[in-house]
């Protein structure tokens, strides 16, 4: 059997719910940002996947935003993990439920 | 408008701007008390003396004017603006009728202005209290002067206004802010009437012109039910203002107010506008058999029951208050019966006699400090020039020959005689008794000992009597004038009507002549009040100043009868019982208390209930934890691609 269109996109929405899950219920916020970047590259599969089976604005348009994508996850993990050292600095935690200042 | 010269044979020829400077005249004198001399006494009595003489002296060269014109009318009419439709003018219209009441009001007040600058000397509201009648003198010679009814009503309620502020002139006394209140209040429910009246001609005639609501009425365009209803509507307004039956209880409050005031105000001119309110519109009772009935028969119900409540009274004020509402409501009474001259002709006489009775008591209060007749007697040596003008007043208004109310009086009961005997009946008991209660105050006021007036309270700030009440001293010479020039008319001004000239004159008025004809004299008529007149006087005589019967058994006697009296026909505890705290405080206010207390405000608090409920069940969510966000968003997002998948199935 070989894999199809619906096959890739099926692995690419059960790995984003995964992240979904993994990012609203990490109470370390480490794993919060581990949950985005599994979401990340879900979203980069499922765009790879439309890309490679032409569905969409040609092949090249799925590839060059999976391109930007990763370039952009590295960005954010960077200063994602930096804030997270500041604010353990801070507050001696990461734990997010701790974090609620935006609490009125 | 042809039908105007029907009557008129040439037009008046006086310039219209002499007719606008009567009532600019004091509204100037007016505006510069209030703007400038209010505190400066010396010149704010003459500034109003000033103002009001010019208008006075205006007034005569136009009724000399309208006199050499044998009575016609001038009428010079501007637009003032228009609203759609409506048309509203204003004007002036000089004829007859105008320019006697142009003369009534400007000479009396110019007498009491002088009387004024006596009687209040020393008072802390001097300037305020010349603007005030300044003020009212404006309004009221703008009533008269109107051509149109909407002007008319206008000046009809600034009017109503400035009586008001001079009842409550003192107004730190809470009985008379109170009498302000009711006076203005109780007249307020008779211009409800008026303005009815005025809205409702204008649906039905599209004019106010005074002209053309004679022709109206005349020409026979609107069914009887209407002319009635609008007679009835003028006549309420009337009714209010000029006291009658059951709108009455104002005027004897009103004598709160300074006693000048009383004499021009609630005596002799505000309360007669009522009398001449409806002899403007005199062709359109004339129409009107129903109207003219009511207008005839609260008139007469007026001056019976107000004659009866005067013969109890210890305050020598509201003795000539009640006596001021009766010999209004014999004016009405004689309006209702046709007796149109007649009203006018006792308006005018009663004007001066009245005016000079109250500035008489005023005088009397000047030396007493009291207005309680129990509390003097014997003034007649101690005030003589007083005591002469009061009698020559009261025997003026008890109608005694030849003096002016003597003839005046007596048009009315030929007139009454001729409409309806019982109206006649009832007219002439109150001359009797008219005769009896003047005699019973003269005789209490001015014979026998003094009992000493009432002694100066010096711990009231706002005492300003000079002199020792325990020795009254006759006025002083501003005071003492006017009564010595008032008690001319009161004796000559009914000679004016025994050729009928007068009636000729304010005749002339009207759109045509009347059919019936005008009053003469009768000597049946005149030889009977004259008795009943003298037969009062001879009783109070007997009475008060022989003392061959106590006064006090023949109350008990009466009793039932003088308790009533007494108690005014209890009409005040009727009003206050029944209409203020029954139906406005138990029922109307209350509900309105009720609508505000769970309608209003459940409404306010209701929305801020809401608001809060929602708010406190809403909080939870924004705990400041963005996974919960999150957490939200995702699930926003899953509800909306699933509603996208329902509504677009595959």
């Known amino acids: 059997m070989t894999p199809g269109l619906e096959h890739f996109l099926t692995v690419g929405a059960i790995l984003f719910c995964l992240g979904l899950t993994i990012a609203l219920s990490k109470r370390n916020a480490i794993g919060v940002l581990m949950g985005i970047e599994i979401m990340l590259n879900a979203v980069n599969l499922t765009l790879l996947s439309f890309a490679r089976f032409g569905v969409g604005h040609g092949p090249v348009a799925g590839q060059a935003f999976v391109v930007f994508i990763i370039t952009v996850a590295a960005a954010e993990a960077a200063v994602a993990l930096a804030l997270a050292v500041s604010v353990y600095r801070n507050r001696d935690t990461i734990d997010v439920d701790k974090l609620n200042l935006l609490r009125s | 408008m042809p039908f105007l010269e029907a009557a008129a044979t040439q037009s008046p020829t006086i310039d219209e701007w002499l007719l606008w400077a009567i009532l600019v005249s004091p509204l100037t004198a007016w505006a510069l008390i209030v703007l400038y001399f209010r505190k400066i006494p010396a010149v704010a009595g003459y500034l109003a003396i000033a103002g009001i003489g010019i208008s006075c002296l205006i007034s005569f060269v136009t009724l000399f004017n309208v006199i050499d014109a044998d009575g016609a009318i001038a009428q010079h009419t501007h637009e003032w603006f228009t609203a759609g439709d409506v048309v509203v003018n204003l004007g002036v219209r000089v004829d007859g009728l105008t320019a006697v009441m142009l003369v009534v009001v400007t000479s009396v007040s110019l007498l009491v202005q002088i009387y004024s600058t006596g009687y209040m000397a020393g008072d802390s509201g001097y300037g305020r209290y010349f603007a ?149 519109f005199f062709p359109v009772f004339e129409v009107s058999t129903d109207a003219r009935e ?41 309006l209702g019966a046709l007796g149109y001259v007649a009203a006018i002709f006792h308006l005018f006489t009663h004007a001066f006699f009245k005016a000079l009775l109250f500035l008489g008591s005023g005088s009397v209060n000047h030396g007493t400090n009291t207005f309680d007749m129990r509390k003097m007697g014997g003034l007649r040596a101690k005030m003589p020039v007083t005591f002469w003008t009061f009698v020559i007043g009261s025997l003026s208004l008890a109608g005694i020959f030849p003096l002016a109310g003597f003839w005046s009086k007596d048009e009315i009961l030929l007139d009454a005689w001729r409409y309806d005997r019982a109206l006649w009946f009832m007219a002439a008991t109150v001359a009797f008794m008219t005769a009896f209660y003047m005699f019973r105050a003269i005789f209490l006021t001015f014979f026998g000992e003094y009992k000493g007036g009432e002694p100066v309270d ?193």
């Open chain 2, 458 to 650: 010096h711990h009231d700030p706002d005492n300003h009597f000079h002199g020792d009440p325990a020795h009254p001293h006759e006025s002083p010479w501003p005071m003492r004038a006017p009564l010595l020039i008032l008690a001319v008319p009161a004796v000559l001004a009914g000679l004016l009507n025994v050729d009928h000239d007068f009636g000729d004159f304010i005749n002339h008025a009207l759109p045509e002549l009347p059919h019936h004809e005008g009053s003469t004299f009768e000597w049946g008529i005149a030889l009977s009040s004259l008795g009943l007149a003298l037969g009062g006087i001879g009783l109070a005589w007997a009475i008060y100043y022989k003392r061959w019967v106590s006064s006090a058994s023949l109350r008990e006697l009466f009793l039932p009868l003088a308790g009533l009296f007494e108690h005014k026909y209890f009409l005040d505890n009727v009003y206050e019982d029944i209409f203020v705290r029954g139906i406005f405080h138990r029922g109307w206010n209350r509900l309105l208390e009720l609508t505000d207390r769970y309608v209003i405000d459940g409404v306010a608090n209701g929305s801020g209930r809401l608001v809060r409920g929602v708010s406190s069940g809403l909080r939870p969510i924004q705990n400041g934890l963005l996974q919960t966000y999150g957490l939200g968003f995702a699930a926003g997002v899953i509800i909306f691609v699933l509603a996208v998948f329902a509504a677009n199935p595959l």
């Open chain 2, 132 to 280: 005030h009648m300044c003020l009212f003198t404006t309004a009221m010679l703008g009533l008269v002067l109107a051509d149109n009814l909407f002007m008319l009503f206008i000046f009809w309620e600034l009017v109503g206004l400035s009586s008001y502020l001079l009842i409550g002139f003192w107004f730190h006394k809470p009985s008379a802010a109170a009498a302000a209140k009711k006076a203005f209040i109780v007249t307020r429910i008779g211009d409800l009437g008026l303005l009815a009246a005025l809205l409702l001609i204008w649906s039905r005639a599209e004019t106010f012109d005074i002209a053309g609501i004679h022709h109206w009425a005349a020409s026979g365009e609107a069914s009887d039910k209407i002319v009635t209803l609008f007679a009835l509507g003028i006549f309420a307004g009337a009714a209010g203002k000029s006291a009658q039956f059951p709108l009455h209880v104002w005027l004897p409050d009103a004598m709160e107010g300074p006693t000048p005031v009383s004499a021009l105000i609630h005596a002799a001119t505000m309360v007669a506008a009522g009398v001449y309110l409806v002899a403007r």
């Open chain 2, 294 to 334: 009511v207008v005839a028969w609260i008139g007469a119900a007026t001056a019976l029951i107000a004659a009866t409540i005067a013969l109890v009274q210890t305050d020598l004020k509201r003795v000539l208050a009640y006596s001021t509402v009766s010999q209004l409501g014999y004016m009405m009474l004689a």
